[in-house]
């Protein structure tokens, strides 16, 4: 059965490989080197070495600068989205509370002037003369009301006046906007809105600037190269030859990837700095299952309480519970701690696995990487 799924799996992937849809993607033609030596770092050299196939050639440099400045510029934009959101809400809650306040003014003028209200005395005939009360005066009149938004024809708030700044002017006061201290400005207190503009501005105009000397400059080039081929067959010979006569030169290929399946910052090693990382790695994995036995062991033994009473005498205590809380601790405890125990390894992997080859995802860096925009399929 095993023979059968293996046959099956490599007809399958061989159908894939061939297919209009796969083979017709630039990512099919283009093969990956990695451990390039620096001799090779050249395209006229790579073009001898590789044939007359070869349709073009990418060799990354390192963007770290640029890839700092464009994180600091995601981090900038995402405080001024969440400043702007604050600001509309707190906006919006002071606009509706106004317009709540007129509509119960409208009201209360509405009651006053129908019907009118009359103060008189009777007369000698029996009957009272009558007089309209003046409100203008009142303090309760509406027309004495600060809040009153603009008016016309198309609705309360149709023809704004010439604020500064934004709308939320008129309904928020300059004390109420969002504000923050950053530590560029000495931890002084600023204006979210206006500093995080201020700031969006100026990382733009350095990312355009570093975008060009990277594209200028001939320092920084990573031991590694994308070579496009003229056809998928070709680059498929490419990958499977040995293009360098020693080892672990040139040794690690790949094809078919894409830009988004890349870690960038792993290009940069070199092969005895793979070998190093490779043999630390493994080293640190199995000090981990030799002296993680030890805590396992010592979850193992809570299930076997009347030995752990007769060895430690301060827990003696434990054979006099009931018999229900004994099944407690012998039965689920047990399992319980050795599966918290267990969980804890993947994350301790995960955080070797920095040492071992960067995580930045490849979606913003070959954005910054010259010349690797072409490879998107």
């Not at 799996?9 to 990956?32: D, E, G, H, K, W």
């Not at 009149?141 to 709308?167: H, I, M, R, T, Y």
Request: a positive charge; glycine letters at 4%.
């Amino acid at each position: 059965m095993v023979c059968r799924e293996c046959i099956y799996y490599i007809n399958l992937r061989q159908a894939y490989l061939i297919a209009p849809f796969y083979s017709s993607r630039l990512s099919s033609r283009t093969v990956l080197f990695t451990c390039v030596p620096q001799q090779y770092l050249n395209e006229d050299r790579l073009r001898r070495v590789l044939g007359d196939s070869v349709k073009r050639v990418w060799i990354p440099r390192g963007t770290k600068e640029l890839e700092d400045l464009v994180q600091e510029r995601d981090q900038t934009a995402f405080r001024l989205e969440k400043a702007e959101v604050a600001l509309i809400k707190t906006a919006n809650r002071a606009r509706n509370r106004a317009l709540q306040l007129q509509r119960n003014q409208n009201k209360r003028k509405s009651s006053w002037l129908l019907p009118p209200r009359r103060r008189g005395s009777p007369d000698a005939k029996g009957e009272s003369t009558t007089s309209i009360v003046d409100v203008s005066n009142d303090p309760d009149s509406p027309d004495s009301s600060p809040l009153q938004p603009p008016k016309s024809e198309f609705g309360p708030e149709a023809l704004l006046p010439d604020v500064n700044g934004s709308v939320a002017a008129q309904w928020v006061p300059q004390s109420a906007r969002p504000r923050h201290r950053p530590l560029a400005n000495w931890g002084r207190k600023v204006d979210t809105i206006k500093w995080t503009r201020s700031q969006l501005k100026k990382l733009e105009s350095k990312i355009r600037r570093t975008r060009l000397q990277l594209m200028a400059r001939r320092e920084g080039i990573m031991p590694s190269v994308f070579v496009e081929f003229e056809t998928q067959l070709q680059a498929q010979n490419a990958y499977q030859a040995l293009p360098h006569h020693r080892p672990l030169h040139m040794s690690q290929r790949f094809i078919g990837v894409r830009p988004f399946e890349i870690i960038w910052r792993s290009l940069r090693m070199t092969w005895w700095e793979r070998i190093i990382r490779k043999f630390s790695i493994q080293a640190l994995v199995i000090a981990m299952i030799i002296f993680w036995s030890i805590p396992s062991a010592l979850v193992g033994t809570i299930s076997n309480i009347q030995f752990l009473a007769s060895k430690v005498i301060f827990l003696s205590w434990l054979t006099k519970l009931p018999s229900s809380v004994l099944g407690i601790i012998t039965g689920v405890v047990p399992a319980l701690a050795l599966s918290l125990l267990m969980s804890i390894v993947p994350g301790i992997v995960r955080c070797m696995s920095p040492f071992w080859a960067s995580r930045t995802p490849a979606n913003d860096s070959s954005q910054t990487v010259p010349g690797l925009l072409a490879l998107r399929p």
